[in-house]
C-alpha cells in the first residue's frame, strides 16, 4: 500500500489527485470509473473477484455443479457489495475537517492503520480511521495536534470516517477548524 507524501499545500495523501477530487468536488461526485480503476490496482479485490468468478467457470463446466457456483456467487456479491457501500460513501458523504490530538489505538486486524477521535466544530467528536499511524505519530509528536480531513458519511456510533488527507496543525489553525 502506498504510504502518505506531502503535497504542495501541506496535506499528507496517498493519492493527491483522488484526495483533491474529493475536496472540491461537490456531492454527488463522479467517483465510479475512478474507484474501479483504483480497486482492479490492488491485488486484494481482483484476487476476490478472480475467485469468484473462476468458482463460476468451474462450477459451469462441472453442469452447473452448484457446489461452486454458489460460492462464486457469493464471492461476486461480496465484492459487488463493499463497492457500493464503498461508492455510496464517497459520491454522498460531506469532506469535513477535525483535529486530532492522541494516536489512538491501534486496528486490531490492520498493520499500520489507527482508530482515534477527532475534534469537530459544533458536535460531539467523530471516530475516524487512519492507514498512516507511522506518519501521524510523527506529526503529533510536535504537540498542537494534527489537522484531518475525513469522509463523514455518519453511519452511527459503531463506524468510522475514512480520513483522506492530514497535515501538521499550527495553534492559530485550531480555533479557526473548531469555530
Not at 475467485?51 to 459487488?80: E, M, N, Q, T
Amino acid at each position: 500500500m502506498k504510504k502518505a507524501t506531502p503535497g504542495k499545500d501541506g496535506w499528507y495523501s496517498r493519492d493527491h489527485a483522488y484526495f483533491e477530487l474529493l475536496r472540491d468536488t461537490p456531492v454527488p461526485r463522479p467517483m465510479f470509473w475512478r474507484q474501479l480503476k483504483l480497486d482492479f490496482s490492488s491485488w486484494k479485490p481482483l484476487a476476490m473477484v478472480s475467485f469468484g468468478v473462476g468458482l463460476l467457470v468451474l462450477g459451469a463446466k462441472r453442469h452447473g455443479d452448484a457446489s461452486l457456483l454458489v460460492p462464486g456467487l457469493c464471492f461476486l456479491a461480496l465484492y459487488v457489495t463493499m463497492f457500493r457501500m464503498t461508492m455510496k460513501t464517497l459520491r454522498h458523504a460531506p469532506v469535513r475537517r477535525g483535529i486530532v490530538r492522541s494516536l489512538g489505538k491501534p486496528h486490531p486486524v490492520l498493520g499500520d492503520t489507527i482508530l482515534t477521535q477527532a475534534e469537530v466544530a459544533g458536535r460531539a467528536d467523530v471516530s475516524v480511521v487512519s492507514g498512516d499511524a507511522g506518519l501521524l505519530s510523527g506529526l503529533l509528536a510536535g504537540g498542537h495536534g494534527v489537522e484531518v480531513m475525513f469522509l463523514d458519511h455518519d453511519g452511527g456510533p459503531k463506524s468510522y470516517a475514512m480520513v483522506v488527507a492530514f497535515r501538521a496543525l499550527a495553534d492559530a489553525d485550531a480555533a479557526q477548524i473548531l469555530s
